[in-house]
């Protein structure tokens, strides 16, 4: 897929990101394995990377932008894939209402990203992550 390293628009909350999501198909047991980007065009002295050491795009299929990884949210079956906005805009009004604020500036490294994956209302998709080493 052509230019995955471009960070993307989204709104949340009438304010605008850019934002990524980024992995390293060739590196599957080096922490950390995939991360979120996330810039608030108002503050762009402020870079917060959201990091997920077992949640992984299914890449041996190829499917960055298509299908994802089965899981449950909120009671039913659904597929999580991380490189899509609906799943971007979810993280973004988490982390910027519980971890930041408007004037911070630096890079912040989360690296519990299932964990807020997991409070989002996200659960049974261990066992499709790659397995730990």
Same mark, same amino acid.
């Given at each position: =897929?052509?230019?995955?390293?471009?960070?993307?628009?989204?709104?949340?909350?009438?304010?605008?990101?850019?934002?990524?999501?980024?992995?390293?198909? =060739?590196?599957?047991?080096?922490? *950390? /394995?995939?991360?979120?980007?996330?810039? *608030?065009?108002?503050? *762009?002295?402020?870079?917060?990377?959201?990091?997920?050491?077992?949640?992984? *795009?299914? =890449?041996?299929?190829?499917? /960055?932008?298509?299908?994802?990884?089965?899981?449950?949210?909120?009671?039913?079956?659904?597929? =999580? &894939?991380?490189?899509?906005?609906?799943?971007?805009?979810?993280?973004?009004?988490?982390?910027?209402?519980?971890?930041?604020?408007?004037?911070?500036?630096?890079?912040?490294?989360?690296?519990?990203?299932?964990?807020?994956?997991? &409070?989002?209302?996200?659960?049974?998709?261990?066992?499709?992550?790659?397995?730990?080493?």
């Amino acid at each position: =897929m052509k230019n995955r390293g471009k960070l993307r628009h989204i709104i949340v909350k009438e304010k605008r990101y850019l934002w990524n999501y980024f992995y390293d198909d =060739m590196d599957c047991t080096n922490y *950390p /394995y995939s991360y979120y980007l996330f810039v *608030p065009e108002e503050n *762009p002295k402020l870079k917060v990377r959201v990091y997920f050491t077992k949640y992984a *795009p299914q =890449m041996y299929l190829d499917v /960055y932008a298509g299908e994802g990884t089965i899981c449950q949210y909120k009671g039913r079956q659904v597929e =999580m &894939n991380l490189s899509r906005p609906f799943f971007a805009r979810q993280v973004i009004e988490y982390v910027f209402d519980k971890y930041c604020h408007g004037t911070d500036v630096g890079e912040l490294a989360i690296r519990n990203g299932e964990a807020i994956l997991e &409070n989002l209302g996200y659960s049974d998709f261990y066992e499709y992550f790659w397995p730990s080493q």
